[in-house]
């Protein structure tokens, strides 16, 4: 009932059944857990047919002590039962919560934005990590009605068929439950994720819409998502209340159903008065599972609908199988070779069969009008935008010939609008450098070495605490021109062998310039390859090479005099590359 067939494969399907062991144990405990369920019924039943007619005491007595360990390994068996499910449901988290991340990124990567703000995956992991550590009890016990049916019918015929016919009535209660939920529950998760989008977007463009007058109509668009969003929850929870409420009358009407044909049974000497109220018990806690299952109906469609989005998820998105042989990072030569590349998702070329080359202490200016191609050649020469068609290559290794995390270390971004990631400035600075707790001396000098390539020292030793100064969410609490001579330092940091510079002096001042221009001397001074996307020319004073981009094509590349001198008399800038360091 939960999982259709076509769920019962994949990824997730894999991960779940590898701790079958760990099912297999937790269905032995439910199994002793039921047959247990049985002490409570078995006394009420001797102590009314066999001690109150012998009025004999240490029987009485004896039946309490043998119920008491009756609930005690009761009381065991369920716990256990529940820590099992939840180790399951926590290693299940543990295994799949990065690779669902990945699966996130690598989508957005690539122009997927179905996925809203992007956290629906992860809420659906946790409603299933939560339905595995519970809501899965209930329905390994609903086999089991048919065991406590049975113990009626070994009662007596008519009891077991009266309990039959009211668990028919509730089974297929709960099938119209699941019939008249499904749809309402799918439009919530589609509207949760609009609202959760609708805010995200007016939190974090809360200037601009201030600033244009713009901040009560989006409020508005919000209000207008979350209106529908509310009515929807509201007439789904309605819906779950009444059938909740309708299986506890339906249950509640059986047991006293029970009642009286347990009462016209003894009237008819066909029964013993302590098999009436053991009957009661008995029919009761059969339907338990069915009326909990219909109280959690809400919990478990959502659990059912959040792993067929995990199960489509992961297939489309299959998980990187990685590189096999690693190659060493490059030192020598960047080649661009017939490159076509074109915005995540579409295959429509925004650069056009750009083609170059540059050697070790080399520093290339990009130059050309907005729209040219400039950023997204520099988002392809770092393998943020995938080609096309054609190779960008490092000392001849094609950039997917290495592991994202391998070549990362080699490769320097600063892109156009920087957004530094909640911590510290180290933290920013280091690239959350998973060495810091084993080699922090080694990180801390990288983290200088990368400040002071980028001019930035000064600066962050005069903040409130220096290099651990937290910056906050997206780096909010420093000004643009901070936030981008600290986004230079993360390129530089760790002397990257290429490092791409989208619009670095957007926000500088004079002496961010003057930084700016000593870290691209430096990179050329070590062995690195520098390239500046820019609209001003002036950002070739240090260049070795010039490119001139226009409509998505390379229309000049060389050497930087040669370049520039085919623009005047139109460029007035007064360049004197610099040949050599």
Request: charged letters at 15%; a positive charge; hydrophobic letters at 45%.
């Amino acid at each position: 009932m939960f999982l259709t067939r076509p769920m019962r494969s994949g990824e997730l399907w894999d991960a779940v059944t590898a701790y079958k062991r760990i099912f297999i144990a937790v269905f032995v405990a439910s199994a002793v857990l039921n047959v247990l369920l049985l002490g409570g019924s078995l006394y009420m039943m001797l102590v009314y047919d066999s001690v109150l007619p012998s009025r004999s005491t240490p029987t009485l007595f004896g039946l309490l002590i043998l119920l008491g360990a009756v609930y005690l390994f009761q009381g065991y068996f369920e716990a256990m039962r529940a820590g099992m499910l939840a180790d399951v449901a926590n290693a299940l988290d543990r295994r799949l919560s990065r690779r669902v991340q990945d699966a996130i990124s690598q989508l957005r990567l690539h122009g997927n934005r179905s996925l809203g703000d992007g956290l629906i995956p992860m809420r659906d992991l946790e409603q299933i990590r939560a339905f595995l550590s519970g809501g899965i009890a209930t329905l390994i016990d609903l086999p089991w009605i048919i065991f406590f049916i049975a113990v009626l019918f070994a009662l007596h015929f008519w009891l077991g068929v009266t309990t039959l016919i009211g668990a028919g009535i509730i089974f297929s209660l709960t099938i119209l439950t699941n019939r008249t939920m499904n749809q309402p529950s799918a439009q919530v998760a589609q509207l949760a994720a609009r609202r959760n989008s609708a805010a995200d977007a007016n939190l974090r463009h809360v200037e601009l819409l201030a600033a244009l007058g713009m901040r009560e109509r989006m409020q508005e668009r919000f209000e207008a998502i979350n209106q529908r969003y509310t009515a929807t929850q509201n007439a789904l929870n309605r819906t779950a209340t009444a059938f909740t409420g309708l299986s506890k009358i339906l249950r509640l009407a059986l047991q006293s159903i029970i009642l009286t044909v347990g009462a016209l049974l003894v009237i008819n000497d066909q029964a013993s008065g302590g098999v009436i109220f053991a009957a009661s018990i008995l029919s009761g806690r059969a339907l338990a599972p069915v009326d909990q299952a219909i109280g959690n109906w809400k919990n478990m469609i959502a659990a059912r609908n959040g792993w067929q989005r995990l199960t489509e998820l992961l297939a489309k998105v299959p998980a990187n199988s990685g590189v096999a042989t690693t190659l060493p990072p490059p030192v020598g030569r960047l080649e661009v070779e017939a490159l076509f590349v074109g915005a995540p998702g579409s295959q429509v070329p925004i650069v056009n069969g750009a083609r170059f080359a540059l050697k070790a202490g080399d520093a290339c200016g990009v130059i050309g009008p907005s729209g040219a191609g400039k950023s997204t050649l520099g988002k392809a020469l770092v393998g943020i935008w995938p080609a096309l068609r054609g190779h960008v290559r490092l000392d001849g290794g094609a950039l997917d010939q290495w592991s994202e995390s391998a070549r990362g270390p080699f490769l320097g971004y600063l892109p156009q609008s920087v957004e530094l990631l909640e911590g510290t400035v180290a933290e920013n600075i280091s690239r959350f450098d998973s060495r810091r707790n084993s080699d922090p001396q080694s990180v801390s000098a990288a983290v200088i070495a990368a400040a002071r390539y980028a001019g930035v020292h000064d600066l962050v030793t005069h903040l409130p605490q220096g290099y651990d100064t937290p910056v906050g969410p997206g780096g909010d609490t420093l000004p643009g021109g901070q936030r981008q001579r600290i986004g230079l330092a993360r390129a530089l940091y760790g002397d990257p062998f290429l490092i791409v510079l989208d619009e670095p002096n957007s926000n500088l001042d004079t002496e961010g310039d003057e930084a700016l221009e000593h870290a691209v001397m430096a990179i050329r001074k070590r062995g690195g390859i520098a390239v500046i996307v820019s609209h001003r020319p002036s950002i070739m004073q240090h260049t070795t090479h010039a490119m001139i981009m226009r409509d998505g094509q390379i229309a000049a590349f060389g050497p930087t005099l040669e370049v520039l001198a085919k623009l005047a008399p139109a460029n007035t800038v007064n360049v004197t590359p610099v040949k050599g360091v």
